[in-house]
């Protein structure tokens, strides 16, 4: 896998400060799935080109995985996909911050770079390809590679070699790059999470509000997962909540199809808090607050006077920080960063506890840790838990094997929830009463179950 950039603004061999790599040295840097070797096939006084070549060791890229025949020949390993983004942020993560101790003058020069990608994925074509970069103020050369040029009659593959020109700061370059690469391939190599949205802020914030496809930008980017879109649009948008013009359902895949028509999230917020209101809870704790899109909510209640998150994901964390500042100001919400897995002291003292999506996110055989951790330890006076019914999911159009989204562990039917719940209470000194949110239907129930529990008889 390999990505070249070129300059002729002289002198050329200033780019090896820009980059922080010497033009006379190879450097190799580990990246976990093979190694980045960065080095310079030309370093004159009026052209150099700096080498980004990824070697890919197969079975690292796989372990762990069940399916390792398929991925060990995949072709991800000679086209430049989302690994090349990674190893930019890596091996050039100074260069992309926009800074250079020793030439601080050329950070904001713009310079006349050349970019080459020899085996580009563009699922979209070179319409797509253009329609990405010439509003940036590329100039655009793609060249389509045939399957195999020993039989022409196989055609095309979504392959291109592909060279971009412009007069443009070289930190620029990089951020454009990051974020279309992948977006042009239409996949990653590693899982998308919310972590993914801070992403996109960080490299896109200065171009992307103002580019004429950043609706389709940030829905291939965040793979269409409808959660994350909402809020990288009103994060990059600022004030545009939606996509202008979102494409038709039909268009989707099938994960961002889902819940959309249903506005879940909303529902089940909206039930959550009513349910706490009426228990007459004061003091309240997300566990798995995510970005905070729940205390969010809460905050705007009075009834409330703690609010409480916590959350693995550091990044989440950092999201709802910023939804957040002014009630973290007060100190009437706080923020943890810490696992539901683990025996936290920190959990203790609440009236209730909520559990929103979340049980299904953790696997199976560490279910009765979160059991422990949650109705053994932190023991609030109540616990509000949802988590998708499966026996519903036919009605988004998915198949039996298929699963809401790619990271639940599980999905429970109304029965195996029920069956949890009652042994669960049974076993804590908790009772329980399950109800649903959402638009039930006469055979498969609600979309989302909900248990809430309450101490005492």
């Known amino acids: 896998m390999l990505l070249t950039i070129t300059t002729t603004y002289q002198p050329a061999t200033d780019l090896g400060y820009l980059l922080h790599k010497h033009p006379a040295r190879v450097q190799r840097f580990g990246l976990g799935w093979g190694d980045a070797v960065v080095f310079y096939p030309e370093a004159t006084e009026s052209r150099c080109t700096v080498a980004l070549l990824l070697e890919i060791n197969p079975v690292a890229l796989v372990r762990g995985r069940e399916h390792q025949l398929s991925a060990y020949v995949s072709p991800q390993a000679y086209t430049v996909n989302s690994m090349m983004s990674t190893a930019l942020t890596e091996v050039f993560r100074t260069a992309m911050a926009g800074r250079c101790e020793k030439r601080p003058e050329l950070v904001n020069t713009p310079l006349p770079l050349e970019t080459y990608m020899p085996t580009l994925p563009c699922r979209g074509g070179e319409s797509l390809l253009r329609e990405l970069f010439e509003p940036l103020g590329y100039t655009v050369e793609a060249h389509e590679i045939p399957l195999d040029e020993q039989f022409p009659e196989w055609g095309a593959s979504r392959l291109y070699r592909v060279r971009l020109r412009h007069t443009i700061r070289l930190y620029e370059l990089l951020r454009h790059l990051y974020i279309l690469i992948p977006v042009l391939d239409g996949a990653k190599h590693y899982y998308i999470s919310e ?219 109304r029965a195996e929830f029920e069956a949890w719940a009652q042994r669960v209470a049974e076993r804590y000194g908790y009772r329980v009463r399950l109800s649903g949110v959402g638009d039930a239907h006469p055979e498969y129930g609600y979309p989302t179950q909900m248990a809430v529990f309450e101490r005492g008889a």
């Open 195 to 413: 972590a993914e949205v801070d992403k996109l802020i960080r490299q896109g914030q200065e171009w992307l509000p103002d580019h004429p496809a950043r609706e389709r930008i940030i829905l291939r980017y965040l793979n269409y997962r409808p959660t994350l879109v909402e809020q990288a649009l009103a994060s990059i948008l600022r004030d545009e909540a939606t996509p202008e013009e979102p494409p038709a359902d039909d268009e989707l895949p099938f994960e961002a199809r889902l819940e959309r028509p249903l506005s879940l999230q909303e529902q089940r917020i909206g039930a959550i808090t009513a349910t706490l209101k009426s228990l007459g809870a004061r003091r309240v704790i997300d566990l798995g607050c995510g970005e905070g899109a729940l205390l969010t909510a809460l905050a705007r209640e009075r009834a409330f006077e703690q609010l409480t998150g916590l959350d693995v994901s550091l990044t989440a964390l950092r999201i709802a920080e910023r939804k957040l500042k002014a009630e973290l100001a007060k100190g009437r919400v706080r923020l943890l960063h810490g696992s539901l897995l683990y025996l936290d002291d920190r959990m203790q003292g609440y009236d209730a506890a909520v559990l929103m999506e979340v049980v299904e996110h953790i696997e199976p055989t560490r279910l009765e840790m979160l059991e422990q951790v949650v109705f053994g330890h932190a023991q609030p006076r109540a616990v509000l838990l949802t988590t998708p019914n499966r026996e519903y999911n036919p009605l988004f159009g998915l198949q039996p094997d298929q699963r809401r989204h790619p990271d639940h562990q599980f999905e429970w039917t």
